[in-house]
T-cell receptor, first 114, second 115 residues
Framework: GNSVTQMEGPVTLSEEAFLTINCTYT??????LFWYVQYPGEGLQLLLK?????DKGSNKGFEATYRKETTSFHLEKGSVQVSDSAVYFC?????????????FGQGTILTVHP | SQTIHQWPATLVQPVGSPLSLECTVE??????LYWYRQAAGRGLQLLFY??????ISSEVPQNLSASRPQDRQFILSSKKLLLSDSGFYLC??????????????FGPGTRLTVL
């Protein structure tokens, strides 16, 4: 079946540090890949997405490239801010169904200190 | 633009009491709708999904049920709450027929505490 494995965390960084959160997946066919972010006490927000191999998703300084050869979708940001502190989820969309079932990674807690 | 609402935002209920959580979507028609539970602020568990009015599929056996009385309304219910039902409940929608290529959009969530 489909699965997503992401860096366990928690990850603690100083402001302006470089961020990488690793994500690898297992899926049949050609999945779509997403990163969602959840701020404390809130729902999930879509951060970025990629729908085919070699696509690069980007938003708010975050980037992730869909690597089919390594089945990875690592999240990166060159300079994090305190406001980036949140839980980040790597998510896979695949399966031959019409209802769009998603498979979630376990989430990575990011804390950025001033 | 589309928006998704959930209420209540927080709820504290005694064990054995009934539950009704509501989710509504605005600005779209015929959405796929989903209920998730998130425990301990981490992984999400899909509870129910619906591709149309009255069409409900359950992902896991549990103490909860779901209904979709209107196109853009999704309700999560229980006749008797258990302690293990505590958690953060999230509703989400995606465009009908989008399959797995389009993202889901999440509501703000309901924090349920069962005492």
């Amino acid at each position: 079946g489909n699965s997503v494995t992401q860096m366990e965390g928690p990850v603690t960084l100083s402001e302006e540090a470089f961020l990488t959160i690793n994500c690898t997946y297992t899926a049949t066919g050609y999945p779509s890949l997403f990163w969602y972010v959840q701020y404390p006490g809130e729902g999930l927000q879509l951060l970025l997405k990629a729908t085919k191999a070699d696509d690069k998703g980007s938003n708010k300084g975050f980037e992730a490239t869909y690597r089919k050869e390594t089945t990875s979708f690592h999240l990166e940001k060159g300079s994090v801010q305190v406001s980036d502190s949140a839980v980040y989820f790597c998510v896979l969309g695949a399966g031959g169904t019409s209802y769009g079932k998603l498979t979630f990674g376990q989430g990575t807690i990011l804390t950025v200190h001033p | 633009s589309q928006t998704i609402h959930q209420w209540p935002a927080t709820l504290v209920q005694p064990v054995g009491s009934p539950l009704s959580l509501e989710c509504t979507v605005e600005g779209t028609s015929n959405p796929n709708l989903y209920w998730y539970r998130q425990a301990a602020g981490r992984g999400l568990q899909l509870l129910f999904y619906s591709v149309g009015i009255g069409q409900i599929s359950s992902e896991v056996p549990q103490n909860l049920s779901a209904s979709r009385p209107q196109d853009r309304q999704f309700i999560l219910s229980s006749k008797k709450l258990l302690l293990s039902d505590s958690g953060f409940y999230l509703c989400a929608w995606s465009a009908l027929g989008s399959g797995f290529y389009n993202e889901q959009f999440f509501g703000p969530g309901t924090r349920l505490t069962v005492l």
